[in-house]
């Protein structure tokens, strides 16, 4: 039988699984982008032949803005869902509504005929000491409110663990890291998956009612992640192709950003400096589109029952006086050192839970933590509310009716002129107040370095927030009360006279909540519009820009890395940070592999190695590719091939293809090698082979190919000389040298 008569390229139609990549593998940008131009092209040619090729490529070209209609839809009612939930079950720890148990606290109150200052206590809200003892006065009414909080606080926080623990280990953390890593080309399957989805938002909702030191607004991103990762299932252009996925998950995290905070701009801005690796102009309208209609559904599910997105919006009326930039500058000062020690603190606790027995006990963890959380936030009724109520009552600026004891001053109601009050004398309130407050910033600073980074939903924003605003508005009462006692000193005169109302302590809480979460993330510019989008103040820009800049300079004279960034090098995932400068004077020789004394490179002729010889390769490594040489004499590169498409392919050809045995010549040429007559058939496996893989030369310099790896997206470089196959440079080799020469472990990236 003659070999080349029954020779068939059997991949003329393309297999399933073939393209495709394994779990925790990086993607090759470059193939994926050059298949989806081959796509575009063939539907805009199919186009012009019949009408309803015509209506298939313009429903193409709609797919992405359908896709991004549902990705804000569905983040916009998953948003709503856990915000309404959480104030539920946040109340559920103080009391019960008698109306109804599904009514919060405040809902509860709103049919009551209570008068404005008697607000709180309607007779329809019982506390559990009213409920169980019928009355709520006294010490035993104190210890079993005390008890009950503690009690409900243990119960939803050990149910979260619990849950991520059994059904969803991925639904930890606040994702922010992961997502970065996962936009910068990375696979991590299930990470974006259904479970992962379902199990977050309800853990989300039980981790924040817990009273836990954590926020809701990181682990929102990733909700909102998923949605578009599940969505992409919907359109064959998105579930075929790992790129086109990345952008739409690009828009996805600014969905997630706008509706946890309101601010669909910021959102978009957010994903642009933070999260995303690769963001073309096309992806910038399309998170903004996904942005404003997630935002529009949250409004109209309108959670907190005020027509805002967030429960802190507040609006101030007094300008500001260039002096005060002053103190303002000085929190954002106090926003980097806490954001550097924050990071080192907290990636030293979560190495320490990697390396020793700790990690294997997260239940116990989560219990541990949220017991001495609970115990210590009872007494004091700042740490007892939850944190987002907390940044509320910070932010805002006393009125006439305010009844809360921060805003209890000696009244002196001669000189008010309509509804903006005095710089007024500090009454015993406000003085009870700061002290209160002052133990609270003391407590949110040690408990969140622990909670961050458990084993439950839990992000950063909140906490961070709720740090800067207690130390912007504790300064902000001390300058007030300097102005109102000194207004003849030289800095206050000419701008604060008696008697005006020249400080505003709540601007200061706003600028320094802005300070503390730039010291953590390193945000610049999407930070300060997400502040005045949360807080409506546009002429309070230029404070925010002073506080996030000082920050972000201090925090990195301090180190370099932001938290997100720290998390990732701590879990060892394979990203290239684009903002790194490469600065040494190294050649790719120097980090290719094989290196001087290893095995030489393990490559595959293009037509004269057998089944057999193949498989055996693939057996004895576990390379993700292989180079196609001309001849081992030779060492004139071919291509490249992926070990997966060639599993695949051998697999596939021995089931359908008659004649495939293990002494099968296969072949990457065009035409089959002259072989004698009795030999079996040939397998030809042109079409997985890579016929321009990248390729360098020996002696060019790292830090090209450093921004190679970082612009193209490559998983891998071969390097030549004169045109013959030298050695190989992968993603993860980049990676070790970088670590290396930063005197950092290599061997602590992880993954293939």
Partial sequence: MNGTSTVMDFLEEPLPGVGTYEDFNTIDWVREKSRDRDRHREITSRSKESTWALIHSVSDAFSGWLLML????????????IDISAHWMTDLKEGVCLAGFWFNHEH??????????????????????QLILGHGEGAFAYILNYFMYVVWALLFSLLAVLLVKGFAPYACGSGIPEIKTILSGFIIRGYLGKWTLIIKTITLVLAVSSGLSLGKEGPLVHVACCCGNILCHLFTKYRKNEAKRR??????????????????????????????????????????????????????????????????YVEFHMPWHLLELVPFILLGIFGGLWGAFFIRS???????????????????????????????????????????????????????????????????FNSTKG???????????????MWQLALALIMKVFITIFTFGMKVPSGLFIPSMAVGAIAGRLLGVAMEQLAFYHHDWAIFSGWCSQGADCITPGLYAMVGAAACL???????????????????????????????????WVADAIGREGIYDAHIRLNGYPFLEAKEEFSHKTLAMDVMRPRRNDPPLTVITQDSMTVEDVESIINETTYSGYPVVVSRESQRLVGFVLRRDLIISIENARKKQDGIVSTSVIYFTDHSPPLPPSSPSMLKLRSILDLSPFTVTDQTPMEIVVDIFRKLGLRQCLVTHNGKLLGIITKKDVLKHIAQLANQDPDSILFN
């Fill in 70 to 81: 549902l990705i804000g839809l569905l983040a916009g009612s998953l948003a709503g869902l």
């Fill in 108 to 129: 509860c109150c709103w049919k009551s005929n209570t008068t404005f200052t008697d607000r709180d206590k309607c007779p329809e809200w019982k506390s559990w000491s």
């Fill in 247 to 312: 952008e739409v998950l690009s828009a996805a995290a600014a969905a997630g950003v706008s509706v946890a905070f309101g601010a669909p701009i910021g959102g978009v801005l957010f994903s642009l400096e933070e999260v995303s690796y690769y963001f073309p102009l096309k992806t910038l309208w399309r998170s903004f589109f996904a942005a404003l209609v997630a935002a529009f559904t949250l409004r109209s599910i309108n959670p907190f029952g005020n027509s805002r997105l967030v429960l802190f």
């Fill in 346 to 412: 907290n990636i030293a606790w979560c190495r320490r839970r990697k390396t020793t027995k700790l990690g294997k006990y997260p239940v116990l963890e989560v219990f541990v933590v949220t017991a001495i959380t609970a115990v210590l936030a009872f007494p004091n009724e700042y740490t007892r509310m939850s944190t987002s109520e907390l940044i509320s009552e910070l932010f805002n600026d006393c009125g006439i009716l305010d009844s809360s004891k921060l805003c209890e001053y000696v009244n002196d």
């Fill in 419 to 433: 509804d903006d009050l005095p710089d007024r004398a500090a009454g015993p309130g406000v003085y009870t107040a």
């Fill in 518 to 552: 730039g010291g953590v993330t390193r945000m610049t510019v999407s930070l300060v519009v997400i502040m005045f989008e949360l807080t409506g103040g546009l002429e309070y820009i230029v404070p925010l820009m002073a506080a996030a800049m000082t920050s972000k």
